[in-house]
């Protein structure tokens, strides 16, 4: 599934099988795991929650239906193609590289017919396609970090000069500071801003 994207998925985290965050985003699959801005912005959550104990994803692949319009229409094409491949079937709904790992999750065989899939089949496949389980051992790391949380406490610097209230003649800018913020663009927009703010102060 390496190259996979998903545009916009719903991402539910738990800790021991209860729900702690729900998230939105894109999400990519990579040789390594699970990246893209979806994941990237809860990522410190996750790495928080691994710290207490085991941490399950579990991703909405099909977030645009909801799960009545799903069942009904799923139901529709396995009586309409009874002699086609489940597998094959699911690609209406999601990307087809997900199907196999859809229909092993839900225990069921990847050259099962649609005229196979019982009542309770289906019932597993939606709530598999609605929330597929990904168990998460670990976080890349700060070597493979786009940011890193942490930084100079907020209430020791002055946000009209960036100067700090502790050192005379610092300023302290960017991802020096303890800003939290999601990806898209806003760590280099914080250091725009922020590096403007202290150059014009310096020269003053």
């Known amino acids: 599934m390496t190259g996979l994207s998903l545009a916009n998925c719903h ?8 729900l702690f965050l729900k ?9 390594q795991g699970l990246s893209g801005p979806g994941i990237l912005n809860i990522s410190s959550a996750i790495g928080d929650g691994l710290q207490h104990g085991k941490v399950t994803l579990r991703l909405n692949l099909a977030p645009q239906l909801k799960e009545e319009e ?9 009586i309409e193609n009874p002699n086609k491949l489940t597998k094959n079937i699911l690609s209406n709904f999601i990307p087809a590289a997900l199907a196999i790992p859809v229909l092993d ?11 196979q899939i019982t009542r309770k089949d289906r019932h597993l496949l ?3 396609i609605r929330g597929l389980p990904v168990e998460v051992s670990h976080l890349l ?26 050192y005379p ?14 990806s898209g663009g806003y760590s280099l ?14 020269s003053r």
């Open 23 to 31: 998230a939105k985003g894109k999400i990519l699959f990579t040789h």
């Open 126 to 128: 939606i709530n598999t």
């Open 70 to 78: 799903l069942s009904q229409s799923l139901s529709k094409l396995l």
């Open 189 to 202: 927009q914080l250091c725009w801003t922020t590096g403007y703010v202290a150059g014009i102060s310096c």
């Open 11 to 18: 991402i539910n985290l738990y800790q021991d099988e209860k």
């Open 141 to 166: 790391g700060p070597e493979k970090a786009i940011i890193a949380s942490g930084g100079v406490t907020l209430t020791e610097v002055n946000f009209k000069t960036m100067a700090s209230k502790l």
């Open 169 to 182: 003649n610092l300023y302290i800018i960017g991802d020096l500071l303890n800003i939290n913020r999601p």
């Open 105 to 115: 999750t839900s225990k069921l065989d990847a050259s099962t017919k649609a005229n």
